[in-house]
């Protein structure tokens, strides 16, 4: 018979399905004769030990009036006394070494059922016990929360291959071209008047940020005023609109020359200084410098407070004005935190898109009336803005105002909000946003094309993160090739980049964790870029409001666990859903070179203790293996998947899991985990297992229990303990029933191995909770009842499982190998009926399981054993009520006897 046939059920046998549960007497049948013909052996044991004694009694009596008699004829008879002496010393010993045999017969017996019991325990372990303790609670329910949470970070309907970036790159909508490519960075400015139209046009659009108020007072009271932002945030904007209004009232002559200017960069501030100081600074007056500074390439140094002070006098004494822009860092802290710095708040991102809104719409203002009659049509079921406008009223006027707020209602519709994926818009961002949506109404884009239009938003915005960020670095040996200084700003440089990634990969956990995870990442990057250095890694370059700005992440009050205790952190998180995918996709597919020490960084992640560690990164892990499969199979999933440790193995296991939830990469995925479960090594079967377990791994539920089964006999049970912790979690499947009765054929099989296999998964089931089944998601009656016993939480939400599960109970107390640490996992439900504050906890559950398990006498008595065992408890006594109160759910009230109902 082959081992599919086997794992299915002995067809000889014809057991029994769970649903119908056979009658407790024929259960017990087999048991009961196991007892009575062991009863028995004892019982002729007895007598024969009392049919030697009477006969040495017996031997005795005859032998004392021999022996008188050979006192008084001792001459003649003294032979014959000396052979019954002889022969009563010799039956004497013979007794003593039977007897002694019988004693080491029981202890050897006796220690064997400790064994069994023993060999039964071990295979219920948690597959991470031997790594941390055998008595001590492991981290899988831990792990299990952290994989729900992290999977809501990708699972929001934007799967990372439906993005295609060849449509957006050709896509038009008027004469606005939408693209990915990177903004065009502030490093290639030159030096040059700001035309006066795009300051009229400046004055049109811009958005002022919170605080603008007050960076103006700041400006006109010093002159100088460094300003410190994120890229993209509309620094610069902000930074000419203040000096256009600053200077539009500062007594600059008209024709005199022009009132804003851009200062190149290379020159930095003692170069505007010295500018400002020469020749013809009265022709200056009045006038703006906006100087951007890149201080993130190596090498590139902060002005000090002495150049600011001198630049400071010289606009003062030629009545000019400057703003400085610089990227938020630790670079650019000391100049933040001088009297001249302030930082730059964002503009609000509904008011920035009703704006970009508006501009768009006038600048369409004459298509408006000639598309006036299709205009309601396009605007069915966005709103109640389906009116058309009074007769007699301009064309432009009241479509304008309709369309604008036709637009608005559409950009807060779910769809496309879920598209967009952020939580605030730049001002770039919102101007794409502004004219796809202004192009949808007017009829140039579809639906379809406009939701794809949304989704590159964060794309765009992780293209612009990593971008060319080493270019500047590739250049430095040969510039600094004769001083030697070599490539020292390497790990200053990565930081950032590698701060984004391990935020896309560990978002929802405490900032310190990010913030490690990052370090580590920053210098497998630097190593990467330069193997023959070591690259210097900066001790106090942290700086959080930096991180949370140059990121566009957040910092949120949570919980963290911590070795299984709960305590307050702030958690970070991105300011968007669609950010974290859209890094990973970016660094996996435009990126080659960043995949080797990605791949070392998530094999260090792979080892870290904290399951909301590990476990996050395995679900990223997964979403990368979607991108590439052939690469992230050969250099991530493979040779974890036959590492040494378990907690590897699962890292494994949970990304072919997270792969195989697109529908893209199921079916590979169950051939190689099918190929496993039948051909694998021991480590490659185990992993397979734990990828069953998760319930993706397997076309069918019948599928991934032969697989099970398979793994869990093989080997004389060598695996056990993987086979049936997985089986366990297919329980909260929604063919759960399927489940149960496959247990029950196995319990009731020819063969021994699969006996245990049952046992075990029962005892197993009866030992697991609610949180480490990981297909009990938040919010479904079971994951509402996350710290329950899993038979529990079953009994309650689905009462047709009771039976069944009863069924499988009641065989695992009543066989000797289990019935010990079966009657301990029984005691371990029964002690959660209430919490320690006596609240109601698992009770439900109980009222419903209990009945089915003590529905005869016997059954009753072992349950008032196990009761007044737990009352009995030196360590842990159970109160008399709380005993009673059991009781009483067991023991339905048309059972009890008259005592059951005076006494309790």
């Not at 608005?408 to 502004?434: C, I, M, N, T």
Request: net charge negative.
């Amino acid at each position: 018979m082959s081992d599919e046939q086997q794992a299915a059920g002995s067809p000889e046998r014809n057991p029994q399905p769970a649903d119908q549960p056979r009658a407790k007497a024929d259960r017990a049948k087999p048991d009961r004769a196991r007892a009575d013909r062991g009863r028995a052996d004892r019982a002729k044991d007895d007598r024969a030990q009392d049919n030697r004694a009477g006969d040495e009694r017996a031997r005795a009596r005859d032998n004392r009036p021999r022996a008188e008699e050979g006192r008084a004829d001792s001459d003649r008879d003294s032979g014959g006394s000396d052979a019954a002496e002889k022969e009563k010393e010799e039956q004497s010993e013979q007794d003593r070494e039977e007897r002694e045999k019988e004693e080491r017969e029981k202890e050897e017996r006796e220690r064997e059922r400790e064994r069994v019991t023993g060999r039964f325990k071990e295979h219920t372990r948690d597959p991470l016990a031997e790594e941390q303790g055998d008595d001590g609670p492991t981290d899988l329910a831990a792990a299990s929360r952290a994989r729900h949470s992290t999977r809501m970070l990708f699972d929001t309907g934007r799967d990372l291959n439906s993005f295609d970036r060849s449509f957006i790159q050709s896509a038009h909508i008027g004469d606005i071209h939408l693209r990915l490519d990177s903004r065009p960075s502030a490093a290639g400015m030159r030096s040059g008047p700001v035309p006066e139209d795009e300051l009229r046009g400046l004055r049109r659009v811009h958005v002022e940020p919170q605080g603008y108020v007050r960076l103006r007072s700041a400006l006109v009271a010093r002159r100088l005023l460094v300003l410190g932002a994120a890229p993209g945030t509309g620094r610069t904007s902000t930074a000419l609109s203040l000096l256009d209004e600053v200077t539009s009232g500062a007594g600059a002559e008209p024709g005199a020359g022009p009132r804003v200017s851009r200062v190149d960069p290379d020159g930095g501030v003692r170069g505007l200084a010295g500018l400002l100081s020469g020749d013809g600074a009265e022709d200056r007056r009045g006038t703006g410098y906006l100087l951007e500074l890149a201080l993130t390439r190596p090498g590139s140094l902060p002005p000090d407070a002495m150049d600011l002070d001198g630049l400071a006098a010289a606009l003062d004494g030629c009545g000019a004005f400057a703003v400085i822009v610089v990227t938020l860092g630790s670079a650019a802290n000391p100049l933040l935190t001088g009297r001249y710095g302030m930082i730059c708040p964002p503009a609000p991102t509904q008011e920035l898109l009703t704006t970009r809104l508006r501009e768009k719409l006038e600048e369409r203002r004459e298509e408006l009336a000639e598309r006036r009659d299709g205009l309601a049509e396009r605007r069915e079921g966005l709103a109640d803005h389906t009116a058309a406008a009074p007769d007699g009223a301009p064309a432009a006027g009241p479509d304008m105002d309709d369309l604008l707020a036709a637009a608005e209602e559409l950009a807060q519709r779910a769809e496309v909000r879920d598209a967009v994926g952020l939580k605030d818009l730049r001002p770039a961002e919102a101007g794409l946003q502004a004219s796809l949506l202004a192009g949808h109404l007017l009829g140039d884009l579809s639906y379809d094309e406009l939701l794809s239009g949304c989704r590159s938003l964060a794309a765009g915005q992780a293209q612009e993160w990593f971008a060319g960020v080493d270019r500047a670095l590739a250049a430095l040996p040969a510039a600094a090739a004769d001083g030697g200084a070599g490539r020292s700003g390497t790990a200053a440089l990565f930081h950032p980049v590698a701060f984004r990634i391990a935020l896309a990969v560990l978002g929802g956990t405490p900032h310190s964790t990010v913030a490690a995870a990052a370090h580590l990442l920053t210098w497998e990057l630097s190593v990467q870029s330069d193997p023959d250095t070591t690259p210097a890694r900066p001790l106090f370059c942290d700086d959080p409001e930096s991180d949370l700005a140059l990121s566009r992440a957040e910092l949120l009050d949570g919980r963290v666990e911590v070795a299984g205790a709960e305590v307050d952190a702030r958690l970070i998180w991105y300011r968007g859903s669609a950010l974290p995918a859209a890094v990973l996709a970016e660094i996996w597919d435009r990126h080659f070179p960043v995949r080797a020490p990605l791949v070392r960084w998530l094999r260090l992640l792979s080892d870290d203790p904290r399951p909301h560690v590990w476990m996050r990164a395995a679900v990223a892990a997964g979403e990368l293996s979607v991108r590439d499969f052939d690469h992230s199979y050969a250099e991530l999933i493979r040779p974890l998947a036959e590492a040494a440790t378990p907690r590897r193995r699962i890292f494994a296991a949970t990304t072919m899991d997270q792969a195989a939830g697109h529908a893209s990469h199921r079916e590979a995925v169950r051939k190689l985990v099918g190929d496993w479960s039948r051909f694998g090594t021991k480590s490659l079967r185990w992993t397979a297992a734990m990828a069953l377990g998760y319930g993706n791994a397997a076309a069918t539920t019948d599928d991934a229990l032969d697989a099970l089964a398979r793994i869990g006999v093989r080997d004389d049970g060598d695996q056990l303990a993987a086979a049936s912790f997985n089986v366990v979690r297919l329980l909260a499947l929604p063919d759960v029933a399927k489940v149960l009765r496959r247990m029950a054929d196995w319990t009731h099989h020819q063969r021994e191995a699969y006996q245990d296999l049952g046992l075990v998964t029962t005892v197993r089931m009866a030992l697991t909770g609610v949180d480490e089944v990981p297909a009990a998601e938040p919010g479904s009656p079971l994951g509402d009842r996350g710290d329950w016993p899993l038979p529990l939480a079953l009994a309650a939400t689905r009462p047709e499982l009771v039976l069944p599960m009863a069924d499988l109970l009641w065989t695992a107390l009543n066989t000797p190998r289990s019935k010990d640490v079966a009657m301990d996992a029984l005691e371990a439900l029964m002690r959660t009926a209430v919490r320690k504050d006596g609240t109601e906890w698992t009770r439900p559950g109980l009222a419903a399981l209990l009945p089915a398990l003590a529905a005869e006498e016997h059954d009753r008595r072992r349950l008032d054993w196990l009761l007044r065992r737990m009352m009995n408890d030196p360590e842990n006594p159970l109160p008399d009520a709380q005993a009673r109160s059991l009781w009483w759910l067991a023991v339905p009230s048309p059972d009890r006897t008259g005592e059951e109902e005076r006494h309790g």
